[in-house]
Antibody
Framework: QVQLQESGPGLVKPSQTLSLTCTVS??????????WSWIRQPPGKGLEWIGY???????YYNPSLKSRVTISVDTSKNQFSLKLSSVTAADTAVYYC????????????WGQGTMVTVSS | SSELTQDPAVSVALGQTVRITCQGD??????ASWYQQKPGQAPVLVIY???NRPSGIPDRFSGSSSGNTASLTITGAQAEDEADYYC????????????FGGGTKLTVL
């Protein structure tokens, strides 16, 4: 079955760029039925949608983060990636990647999540 | 963009029925999806669409919607149902955005 796995640095310095990659296994990222998404969860808080990408490269971002977020896709590697620039301590969170069913916008498969701490 | 509002905490006696609600303007146009999250784990989709359960989700979980309110009902709550529950839906502004509710902590007594 389809599985997602996040990877990237667990510690990022303030003002730098956070970079994470999600590797999709057991299925193709080029399936036309899904978006591929990033979500984050600060410690002790709720879920925040960051954005998603279609395999063609079309992207949609949370308006509150849009100026700092870039999501890209590499279909040859079956991966998609997140870059979040100018990070502060407020960006400290568990970052999840997930597959999103397009019609209902249901996040049906999630990665295990990776903790990213912003600190000098 | 839209907002989805959930009660921060709800409790239920073991074996009883509990309803967790999610309110927002977007729910007048779109169905909510529901997620269960246990401590230290990733969320798991439990209900999506009108009232659909992914494979492996017990049939004690069900969903419904009326007006601007979506509900997740657990009929015969079990100890293992104690978790945080989140709703989400498409944004009502007609674009491609998504919004999550703030989450409800369910305690099974």
């Amino acid at each position: 079955q389809v599985q997602l796995q996040e990877s990237g640095p667990g510690l990022v310095k303030p003002s730098q760029t956070l970079s994470l990659t999600c590797t999709v296994s057991g299925g193709s990222i080029s399936s036309g039925d899904y978006y591929w998404s990033w979500i984050r969860q600060p410690p002790g808080k709720g879920l925040e949608w960051i954005g998603y990408i279609y395999y063609s490269g079309s992207t949609y971002y949370n308006p509150s983060l849009k100026s700092r977020v870039t999501i890209s896709v590499d279909t040859s590697k079956n991966q998609f990636s997140l870059k979040l620039s100018s990070v502060t301590a407020a960006d400290t969170a568990v970052y999840y990647c997930a597959r999103v069913e397009i019609v209902e916008r249901a996040f049906d498969i999630w990665g295990q999540g990776t903790m990213v701490t912003v600190s000098s | 963009s839209s907002e989805l509002t959930q009660d921060p905490a709800v409790s239920v006696a073991l074996g009883q029925t509990v309803r967790i609600t999610c309110q927002g303007d977007s729910l007048r146009s779109y169905y909510a999806s529901w997620y269960q999250q246990k401590p230290g784990q990733a969320p798991v989709l439990v209900i999506y669409g009108k009232n659909n359960r992914p494979s492996g989700i017990p049939d004690r979980f069900s969903g419904s919607s009326s007006g601007n309110t979506a509900s997740l009902t657990i009929t015969g709550a079990q100890a293992e149902d104690e978790a945080d529950y989140y709703c989400n839906s498409r944004d009502s502004s007609g674009n491609h955005y998504v919004v999550f509710g703030g989450g409800t902590k369910l305690t099974v007594l």
